[in-house]
């Protein structure tokens, strides 16, 4: 019932920057925390930033100071700026939204994006 979409991916030299966006869509449902993940190939997905409806953030240890996660919800939308890239944020990135019916608060569910390429390189 949630669609995710991103965009803004891209290949930049270390120490760019780079804004990634996610617009999700549905009907009758409330949408919660939302996120970003990466993976990097031969690696685990991981979480790189997640914010809640209220603006509460999470960063993983390794992005705190580089990437800030903010969302805007009358749109919908979650973005992550990234700034100071390193080569190792190289992954698919992903949007990852949790979310309940507007008719049954109790349960809740996530959907992901298709993911985005972030490329940092010299």
């Known amino acids: 019932q949630v669609q995710l979409v991103e965009s803004g991916g891209g290949l930049v030299q270390p120490g760019g920057s780079l804004r990634l966006s996610c617009a999700a869509s549905?009907?009758?449902?409330?949408?919660?925390?939302m996120g970003w993940y990466r993976q990097a190939p031969g690696k685990e997905r991981e979480l790189v930033a997640r914010?809640?409806?209220?603006?509460?953030?999470n960063y993983a240890d390794s992005v705190k100071g580089r990437f800030a996660i903010s969302r805007d919800n009358a749109k919908n939308t979650v973005y992550l700026q990234m700034n100071s890239l390193l080569p190792e944020d190289t992954a698919v990135y992903y949007c990852n939204a949790a979310w309940s019916t507007w008719y049954d608060s109790t349960l809740e569910y996530d959907s992901w994006g298709q993911g985005t390429q972030v490329s940092v390189s010299s």
């Open positions: 549905g009907s009758g449902v409330v949408i919660n925390d």
């Open positions: 914010i809640t409806r209220g603006g509460t953030t």
